[in-house]
């Protein structure tokens, strides 16, 4: 038996995809790159934009025909609202949450997801899958799933369900033994990083002074949180502190960090470590506080621009990304204009810019989407210009200076990889590099990407 499988979406989707792939690995299915050969298909959704979706449906009608014909078996899980999950019933034989993979073998069997509606799984079963890592030297590990911040546009908190961390034990023996096995790379994954711990008891919400904590608009200052008991409970900072002295050559990344959370806790542990790389993605999503205000992002621009003043200071080589979204309901082009000054301002190395799109049952789903397609597609234009001027003047000061580098990949006499910031850079190179560490002198550089010569 030969399973398909067809991942969507980001980082966390892919992560997901390594523990279902253990789980199929374990029923005795092999894993096949070619779909028409498959006896099972399995996708992994995202729910974060209506292009995501539609992908979906794109390929589905081929499946249908297939499943007519040689009874193809075809499973849905990963982000999925409710809206589209009752759209896709007919295509898929099962859907199941994410959190409850480990009873996919038991929803095989009875070919039904009952199970799911019926028995619904404890808090962190779905953590005790263990993951079939993609890569032998770099490696996902998620330490929370779900988000609880409910920002109106977003799907996250309706897919992935409340946010709990992952026992701070278990997300450490789990590097420890990566590194052991020669892992070079570690990024911690959850849509919210800076708010690990915070559903353990002994750990105190770390939130800005005088800051009221309401997660969710309609939930008139309700605390979300449910707190759980486990061993050695910590915060985000202490998990990083925890894992920045295991011993062994690696570095550690995470994303996400939502700006509203970020403490001088944090900031000041990853100046210290050094396995704790200076990549800082901290998401913006508007450059205007009315729309920020909309979006129930709980930051203003000012607090944002603080929190980035702080990271800078204290992390002199830092690289800072952020995720934006263009033409939000009742964007007007005065607001538009102030996240252009605001990128320009920055100088942001990388940005993930989208188009706004409604997803169903958000919060701003009820709010007209008012801004035409193209004119989110020029927004997106404009901006990406802004942005590539930022990055390449950043890139521009790096010439002629010695960057540490993971090389990923060999091509045609050249080895690609990722500087410890997390910027693209290739060298020539007669000999395999992937999987290590070298250094490389910066020679030329393009606002994505960095060239440079291997330091020997
Ligand atoms: N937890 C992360 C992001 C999760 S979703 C955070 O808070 O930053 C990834 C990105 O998708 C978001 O940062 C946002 O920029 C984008 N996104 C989310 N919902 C969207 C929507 N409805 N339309 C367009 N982009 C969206
Ligand atoms: Fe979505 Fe906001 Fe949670 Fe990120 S913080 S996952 S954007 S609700």
């Known amino acids: 038996m030969k399973y398909f499988l067809q991942v969507f979406g980001c980082q966390m989707n892919t992560s997901d995809s390594e523990r279902v792939a253990t789980v199929l690995?374990?029923?005795?299915?092999?894993?096949?790159?070619?779909?028409?050969?498959?006896?099972?298909?399995?996708?992994?959704?995202?729910?974060?934009?209506?292009?995501?979706?539609?992908?979906?449906?794109?390929?589905?009608?081929?499946?249908?025909?297939?499943?007519?014909?040689?009874?193809?078996?075809?499973?849905?899980?990963?982000?999925?609202?409710?809206?589209?999950?009752?759209?896709?019933?007919?295509?898929?034989?099962?859907?199941?949450?994410?959190?409850?993979?480990?009873?996919?073998?038991?929803?095989?069997?009875?070919?039904?997801?009952?199970?799911?509606?019926?028995?619904p799984a404890p808090l962190d079963e779905y953590f005790e899958v263990l993951p079939r890592y993609n890569s032998g030297f770099q490696a996902y590990v998620p330490i929370s799933t779900g988000c609880n911040k409910f920002c109106t546009y977003c799907a996250v908190p309706f897919t992935r369900g409340r946010e709990i961390s992952r026992e701070p034990?278990?997300?450490?023996?789990?590097?420890?033994?990566?590194?052991?096995?020669?892992?070079?790379?570690?990024?911690?994954?959850?849509?919210?990083?800076?708010s690990y711990g915070w559903d353990f008891e002994g750990v105190s919400l770390n939130l800005p002074k005088g800051k009221v904590l309401i997660y969710k608009p309609d939930a008139k200052g309700e605390l979300a949180v449910q707190k759980r008991r486990?061993?050695?409970?910590?915060?985000?900072?202490?998990?990083?502190?925890?894992?920045?002295?295991?011993?062994?050559?690696?570095?550690?990344?995470?994303?996400?960090?939502?700006?509203?959370?970020?403490?001088d806790e944090l900031i000041k542990t990853v100046s210290k470590y050094d396995k704790l790389t200076p990549y800082i993605h901290l998401p913006i999503q508007a450059g205007s506080d009315s729309v920020l205000k909309k979006m129930n992002r709980l930051y203003t621009i000012e607090h944002y621009l603080e929190?980035?003043?702080?990271?800078?200071?204290?992390?002199?080589?830092?690289?800072?990304?952020?995720?934006?979204?263009?033409?939000?309901?009742?964007?007007?082009?005065?607001?538009?204009?102030k996240t252009v000054d605001l990128v320009r301002d920055v100088k942001y190395d990388m940005a993930f810019i989208a188009q706004y799109s409604v997803r169903p049952g958000t919060i701003a789903s009820d709010w007209k989407d008012n801004v035409p397609a193209h004119e989110k597609k020029r927004r997106d234009e404009v901006l990406n210009e802004v942005l590539k001027h930022g990055a390449y003047e950043n890139n521009r000061r790096l010439l002629g200076w010695e960057q540490e580098v993971l090389f990923e990949k060999d091509k045609k006499g050249f080895s690609f990889g990722k500087t410890k910031g997390f910027?693209?850079?290739?060298?020539?190179?007669?000999?395999?590099?992937?999987?290590?560490?070298?250094?490389?002198?910066?020679?030329?550089?393009?606002?994505?990407?960095?060239?440079?010569?291997?330091?020997?």
Not at 434 to 449: D, I, L, M, N
Request: net charge positive.
């Open 230 to 263: 486990v061993k050695s409970p910590t915060n985000f900072p202490g998990l990083l502190k925890r894992i920045a002295v295991l011993p062994g050559d690696f570095w550690v990344r995470f994303i996400t960090s939502h700006p509203y959370d970020m403490s």
């Open 169 to 194: 034990d278990e997300v450490v023996e789990e590097i420890a033994k990566l590194v052991k096995k020669g892992c070079k790379e570690i990024t911690l994954l959850g849509q919210n990083v800076n």
């Open 307 to 337: 929190r980035l003043r702080k990271v800078r200071q204290h992390i002199p080589d830092s690289v800072i990304s952020t995720d934006i979204i263009v033409g939000f309901a009742g964007e007007t082009k005065a607001d538009f204009e």
């Open 25 to 119: 690995d374990n029923l005795g299915y092999r894993q096949t790159k070619a779909e028409s050969q498959a006896d099972l298909i399995l996708v992994i959704a995202c729910a974060v934009r209506q292009a995501a979706v539609d992908r979906i449906y794109g390929r589905a009608v081929k499946w249908a025909e297939w499943r007519k014909q040689h009874g193809l078996v075809t499973v849905l899980t990963g982000c999925v609202l409710e809206h589209d999950r009752k759209k896709m019933r007919p295509i898929f034989d099962l859907i199941f949450p994410m959190k409850d993979l480990k009873k996919l073998p038991r929803m095989l069997e009875d070919r039904s997801d009952d199970i799911v509606k019926n028995e």
């Open 423 to 456: 910027k693209n850079i290739r060298v020539p190179s007669s000999v395999k590099l992937a999987g290590q560490f070298g250094r490389v002198t910066v020679t030329e550089v393009s606002p994505w990407s960095l060239s440079g010569e291997l330091i020997r």
